[in-house]
């Protein structure tokens, strides 16, 4: 088994976000004519300050995940989204099965365990880790090597996934408009949200308050 860290991309965010908002607001208004080259951070940092948030629908941002299943199955709540998640029906994982290291557990985690042994009670992992991060391990290793037993005695990938753990790598690709974004990180980036999706949500929100604050800058956690 291999452990790793969820991580996420922008796999689309359109160059010309603001200006597309910026005509569509100006049609409310019938201000065409005030568009210039540089007026359309100015005009859409107004509509956001005006809670005139409709406008900010009018541009949608791809972002694909590198997550766990529990994460994924919370981030499918959201109805205005959407979605393309890896299947545990159709994918069979014959390789190295990948486990997303729990943010709560320390980085010596990370890389392809156990050193040695096939037999998971023989395993070997690293010296450091903690009695519940070894536990969290052996479960891990567990259900990778039952999985593969199950697959070996005839059951297909969708029934062998019975006792795929929370813990699994999933990939999701997520589209959304920027209002549902927002919607998104003001849940999802607070305190209450559970502290993996805090974790990767994050430094999304980083990352797209560097390309376009305007439309984020007033989401603080
Ligand atoms: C901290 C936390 C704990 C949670 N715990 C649980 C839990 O224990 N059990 C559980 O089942 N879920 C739980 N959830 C999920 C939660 O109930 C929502 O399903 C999820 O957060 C999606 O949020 P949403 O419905 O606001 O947003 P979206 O589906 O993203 O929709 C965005 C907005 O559109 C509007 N909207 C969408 N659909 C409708 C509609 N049909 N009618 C009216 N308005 C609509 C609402 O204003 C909504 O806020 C939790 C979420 C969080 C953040």
Same mark, same amino acid.
């Not at 541009?59 to 959201?78: A, C, M, P, Q």
């Not at 697959?151 to 969708?158: E, F, I, R």
């Not at 999802?188 to 999304?204: D, I, T, Y």
């Given at each position: 088994?291999?452990? !790793?860290?969820?991580?996420?991309?922008?796999?689309?965010?359109?160059?010309?976000?603001?200006?597309?908002?910026?005509?569509?607001?100006? =049609?409310?208004?019938?201000?065409?004519?005030?568009? =210039?080259?540089?007026?359309?951070?100015?005009?859409?940092?107004?509509?956001?300050?005006?809670? /005139?948030?409709?406008?900010?629908?009018?541009?949608? !941002?791809?972002?694909?995940?590198?997550?766990?299943?529990?994460? =994924? /199955?919370?981030?499918?709540? /959201?109805?205005?989204?959407?979605? *393309?998640?890896?299947? =545990?029906?159709?994918?069979?994982?014959?390789?190295?099965?990948?486990?997303?290291?729990?943010?709560?557990?320390?980085?010596?985690?990370?890389?392809? @365990?156990?050193?040695?042994?096939?037999?998971?009670?023989?395993?070997?992992?690293?010296?450091?880790?903690?009695? *519940?991060?070894?536990? @969290?391990?052996?479960?891990?290793?567990?259900?990778?090597?039952?999985?593969?037993?199950? #697959?070996?005695?005839? @059951?297909? *990938?969708?029934? *062998? %996934?019975?006792?795929?753990?929370?813990?699994?790598?999933?990939?999701?690709?997520?589209?959304?408009?920027? %209002?549902? @974004?927002? /919607? !998104?990180?003001?849940?999802?980036?607070?305190?209450?949200?559970?502290?993996?999706?805090?974790?990767?949500? %994050?430094?999304?929100?980083?990352?797209?308050?560097?390309?376009?604050?305007?439309?984020?800058?007033? #989401?603080?956690?």
């Amino acid at each position: 088994m291999k452990i !790793i860290e969820q991580n996420h991309e922008i796999l689309s965010l359109p160059e010309n976000t603001l200006q597309i908002m910026e005509k569509a607001g100006r =049609t409310c208004y019938k201000s065409e004519d005030k568009i =210039t080259n540089d007026s359309a951070e100015r005009f859409v940092n107004m509509l956001v300050r005006k809670d /005139h948030h409709a406008m900010v629908e009018f541009s949608d !941002i791809i972002v694909k995940f590198i997550t766990n299943r529990g994460v =994924t /199955h919370e981030l499918v709540r /959201h109805r205005h989204c959407s979605f *393309a998640q890896e299947s =545990t029906r159709y994918v069979k994982y014959e390789g190295e099965m990948e486990f997303i290291k729990p943010v709560w557990c320390d980085d010596h985690l990370l890389g392809a @365990w156990p050193e040695q042994a096939s037999d998971p009670k023989l395993s070997v992992f690293p010296t450091k880790a903690s009695p *519940a991060e070894q536990v @969290w391990m052996t479960s891990m290793e567990q259900a990778e090597s039952d999985y593969k037993v199950l #697959l070996q005695n005839g @059951w297909k *990938a969708q029934h *062998a %996934r019975e006792i795929l753990p929370n813990s699994l790598k999933t990939e999701i690709v997520m589209k959304a408009n920027i %209002r549902e @974004w927002r /919607h !998104i990180f003001s849940l999802r980036c607070a305190k209450a949200s559970h502290p993996q999706m805090v974790e990767l949500m %994050r430094p999304l929100l980083k990352e797209l308050q560097g390309k376009i604050p305007v439309v984020f800058d007033d #989401l603080i956690f």
